[in-house]
Nanobody, 117 residues
Framework: QVQLVESGGGLVQAGGSLRLSCAAS????????MAWYRQAPGTQRELVAR???????NYADSVKGRFTVSGDNAKGTVYLQMNSLKPEDTAVYYC???????????WGQGTQVTVSS
């Protein structure tokens, strides 16, 4: 089992920045990738950014050039630096980890990010 705890959410004005952090605990061996998802009210949860074992990253088109994901899968840490925030970035942000051969998913409890216009 892997437990994920996020921190760093909050309220920020449009154009501002926030940094989210996520730390994994428990059995953190064989984590394949860690990622950030977000979910706004009335919408489906969507992938924001992912970092795979070895450092490969990918981003949603809507955040490319503004957000940067970093971290160390072996240590169970992932960060999301969010710059030039827009009101449409407002959502609950969830940390995700996939582990092992069958890519078992684990989720954090979520952290609220609110961007005011």
């Amino acid at each position: 089992q892997v437990q994920l705890v996020e921190s760093g959410g909050g309220l920020v004005q449009a154009g501002g920045s926030l940094r989210l952090s996520c730390a994994a605990s428990g059995n953190i061996q064989r984590i394949n990738a860690m990622a950030w998802y977000r979910q706004a009210p009335g919408t489906q949860r969507e992938l924001v950014a992912r970092i795979s074992y070895g450092g490969t990253t990918n981003y949603a088109d809507s955040v490319k050039g503004r957000f940067t994901v970093s971290g160390d899968n072996a240590k169970g840490t992932v960060y999301l630096q969010m710059n030039s925030l827009k009101p449409e970035d407002t959502a609950v942000y969830y940390c995700n980890a996939t582990q092992g051969r069958f890519k078992t998913d684990y989720w954090g409890q979520g952290t609220q990010v609110t961007v005011s216009s």
